[in-house]
């Protein structure tokens, strides 16, 4: 008496099943990435403010900073975005944002809204660079050493609570590294 | 002693809901009526306890009792007595808690208005309803207890999130579970049908005012939380696609759906199956939101808390609910007979065609929410859909929809011929297309899109006034002819012209709205859509749980005043988290919107964001009148009359 057809929503259920199943294991905060300990993925990109130069990560040999995932299309950012304008006027470390597959109208405006932490911007228009740094979910904030070893990735929007438990202290070990 | 209480009380229910569930459950198999006969009280036992147990958790917040771990997290000495009530529903265990009192209310609700019904259909369906509230409560005892204490006990609480500090977030979720859970009726008695065996027209006739109240309540659900999303984030837009408001839009498209199936299922006898396997949808849709947004595997706006473990649960209970439905339905639904048969023009393929567009408008969203997903379990990374997907997905799908709206009430049952009708649908065509153009003509310009939109709006609004008045064809239009029509008559044409009222508000708004970021030292003015915006400075306030500057715009039309705007920027002490308070004058057609950013230079200059939005507010105002129309249809008399 089965037939396909009225077993047919049962089947398709059972692959969203899996699916969530797979979703649940993969805890989009806790995927360790395969980057952390490795030095940071070459690229040279334009600047969102000047086109015509370019951003590079040698520039920052030697330094402690982070690099901050964003676009303007991308809601988990303007929940964080207050959160690093407050990490910028502690002038703790250099701020580079990557705005990922965004367009450099909407970025420029969407920091003239909410304010702008970076200390450069590099624009990853057709997001090529952000598959090398393996980019699943917007937001997402690299820390990075003096040697250009990636030492730390945040997923996700940072809270005030990961700022002052997790980010700060991190930032000031790094810091004190020779 | 209260917060033990609380939870005995909630173990009560528990009781009272395995009650609910097993006893009539074998009562109807073997058929023992008196087996039959414990569903309503058990069902009543149990809405009472978990009443008992909610007013435990909010006594619990009113009295700032932080020896209880929740209250501790969320909440605060210094936080208005509205706010600590709220904060009750503030967060994941109190929110669970308020699903499971809102399931017990509906349950509640069923046993009161449910005279007319089989007893033995009725224990079926308080069986179902009893069995998802097993599934809550235990959720909520085993990983997500609102009463746990802590020791030593906080002196404070951390205080509840800012953005959900404000009256818009104390109804938005009572409003939304209301509507979520609601369709659990309609789920119950479509599985008790199963059940029995008895997939005929009697069902569709019992759960469609059910269907209809619920459905009212997720649409004002939304639409509060849309406009909350408006003027507490100051971000100036009303919707996101953000996932947990995908996770509210979906079961809300295919409870529309639902609607209209039904009304083809009880009056003409077919689409039966179909129907049956839309509750199951609509429902499943409403715990599949749960799921995604209380497991965290979504990041959200919306995710304040989430939990893995929690998520497993939730899960393992989704598979039995729907796996289980899904089961039945392959069980049962090839046994269903169509009763009666169509010819292809017909009012009857005109509601399939509303149905295929209203489930295809839902699949493409649930694509693009759990697309993400997807790509994460294949390893080949993680991505992000965006508003773009969303918007070149569901247009395309919403203007046929809207046009179809128009023809398809003046489409008779079973079979009609176009020669019948073309004669007034070109007219309206033509007339509408020429009120569009005119009204769009008095925009600011003339957009491809503002036409098309209004248009259509347009076209709905003749449509259904040209129909609402062929009753009248053959009788006086008098007071008394009037008061005789039905009300699912009304609500009917009243609900359809909200969608046009909403169709409108999001054309105009989308394609004229206008921003401004400027940078006005105090004196300073700007010019923008017609009106000058002059600010006068900015002062320090201190607020119960919060400090911060209120600034102050003046704002002039031709030298008149028209509004004096005070943008808030606010500190909450407690979470160190910054909220801005954006200030809003409403009008019919336009807001304006002043939004603080950060002070500027050392003259107590500072950013405003500036914003004219015309007919926005008709998003909201179509939503309302698609509610009032639903309510009307719910409460028409013939479903309290005895068949």
Not at chain 1, 119 to 136: E, L, R
Not at chain 2, 248 to 273: D, I
Request: positive net charge; glycine residues 8%.
């Amino acid at each position: 008496m089965l037939k396909l057809k009225f077993i047919l929503p049962f089947i398709i259920f059972s692959l969203l099943v899996v699916l969530l199943f797979v979703g649940l294991s993969n805890d989009p905060r806790k995927v360790p990435s395969p980057l952390v300990g490795k030095p940071t993925p070459g690229f040279e990109l334009p600047q969102l403010k000047d086109p015509s130069k370019s951003f590079n990560p040698d520039m920052l040999k030697g330094k402690v900073w982070l690099l901050n995932i964003w676009a303007s299309w991308c809601s988990g950012c303007r929940v964080e975005h207050p959160i690093l304008n407050e990490l910028a006027k502690r002038k703790m470390l250099t701020m580079v944002g990557f705005n990922y597959k965004d367009t450099n109208d909407d970025a420029t405006k969407w920091l003239a809204q909410f304010g702008n932490p970076y200390d450069v911007v590099a624009t990853d228009q057709d997001g090529s660079v952000g598959f090398d740094y393996g980019v699943y979910g917007v937001p997402e904030t690299f820390f990075i050493d003096k040697k250009g070893i990636i030492r730390y990735k945040h997923i996700g929007p940072v809270s005030y609570k990961d700022l002052t438990e997790k980010l700060i202290p991190l930032i000031k070990q790094l810091k004190a590294e020779t | 002693m209260i917060p033990e209480f609380g939870q005995f009380a909630l173990v009560v229910g528990l009781v009272c809901a395995f009650l609910q569930t097993t006893v009539p459950l074998v009562g109807a198999y073997k058929n023992i009526p008196a087996w039959i006969s414990v569903a309503r009280p058990a069902a009543q036992a149990q809405f009472l306890s978990l009443a008992v147990s909610f007013a435990c958790l909010v006594y619990v917040f009113i009295q700032n009792d932080f020896s209880v771990l929740y209250a501790a997290q969320n909440s605060n000495t210094k936080l208005p007595l509205e706010f600590r009530i709220s904060a009750v529903w503030g967060a994941h265990e109190g929110s669970l808690l308020l699903w499971a009192l809102v399931l017990a209310l509906w349950t509640y609700a069923v046993t009161i208005f449910s005279k007319k019904i089989p007893d033995v259909m009725i224990a079926r369906v308080l069986a179902v309803m009893g069995f998802i509230s097993i599934g809550f409560m235990l959720f909520i005892l085993v990983t997500s207890n609102p009463f746990t204490r802590i020791f030593p006990a906080p002196l404070e609480g951390r205080d509840l999130n800012p953005l959900l500090q404000d009256f818009g977030l104390i109804i938005h979720p009572p409003m939304l579970y209301m509507g979520y859970v609601g369709l659990s009726v309609a789920f119950a008695f479509a599985i008790a049908a199963m059940l029995a065996g008895r997939l005929d027209a009697a069902w569709a006739r019992w759960s469609r005012p059910w269907t209809s109240i619920a459905w009212v309540f997720l649409t004002l659900g939304i639409a509060l939380g849309s406009w909350w999303a408006y003027y507490e984030l100051g971000w100036g837009g009303w919707w996101f696609w953000d996932p947990v408001e995908n996770a509210s839009f979906m079961p809300w498209l295919v409870a529309t759906a639902l609607m209209h199936s039904l009304a083809v299922t009880e009056k003409r006898g077919c689409f039966k199956a179909w129907t049956v396997l839309l509750a199951v949808f609509a429902f499943s849709l409403s715990l599949l939101g749960t799921f995604l947004v209380r497991s965290g595997v979504l990041t959200s706006v919306h995710s304040f808390a989430s939990d893995p473990e929690r998520g497993l649960f939730i899960l393992i209970f989704l598979i039995i609910v729907v796996g289980g439905s899904l089961i039945l339905y392959a069980w049962r639904a090839p046994a269903i007979k169509s009763t009666s048969k169509f010819k292809f023009f017909s009012k009857e393929n005109a509601l399939l065609m509303n149905n295929i567009l209203l489930i295809v408008a839902a699949a493409s969203i649930l694509l693009g929410t759990l697309y993400p997903l997807v790509i994460d379990a294949l390893g080949v990374g993680k991505i992000s859909v965006g508003p773009p997907y969303f918007n070149s997905v569901f247009v395309p799908i919403m203007v046929p929809l809207i046009v179809l709206m128009g023809v398809g009430v003046l489409i008779r049952w079973k079979e009609d011929n176009f020669q019948r009708i073309q004669k007034h649908v070109f007219k309206y065509v033509v007339i509408s297309l020429a009120l569009g153009v005119l009204s769009a003509w008095f925009m600011p310009h003339l957009t491809i899109g503002a036409v098309i939109g209004v248009t259509v709006a347009w076209w709905v609004v003749l449509s259904m006034s040209f129909n609402f008045m062929q009753r009248f064809k053959n009788r006086e239009l008098s007071i008394s002819a009037l008061q005789k029509t039905p009300r699912s008559y009304y609500g009917m044409h009243i609900a359809h012209i909200g969608i046009a009222v909403f169709t409108v508000g999001v054309t105009l708004t989308s394609i004229y709205s206008t921003e401004k970021d400027v940078m006005l030292t105090p004196g300073q003015s700007y010019s923008m859509a017609g009106y000058e915006f002059k600010f006068a400075g900015a002062k320090r306030i201190v607020g119960p749980n919060y400090q911060g500057e209120r600034g102050k715009v003046i704002v002039t039309q031709d030298d008149q005043v028209i509004a004096v705007m005070e943008p808030e920027k606010r500190i909450y002490t407690v979470q160190r988290s910054p909220m801005t308070e954006a200030a809003i004058d409403a009008g019919l057609t336009r807001d304006l919107f002043v939004a603080m950013g950060e002070p500027r230079g050392t003259e107590g200059g500072w950013a405003l964001r500036l914003y004219h939005k015309p007919y926005i507010r008709w998003i909201w105002l179509g939503c309302i009148i698609m509610g009032i129309g639903g309510l009307l249809a719910a409460t028409d008399k013939r479903y309290s009359k005895a068949k």
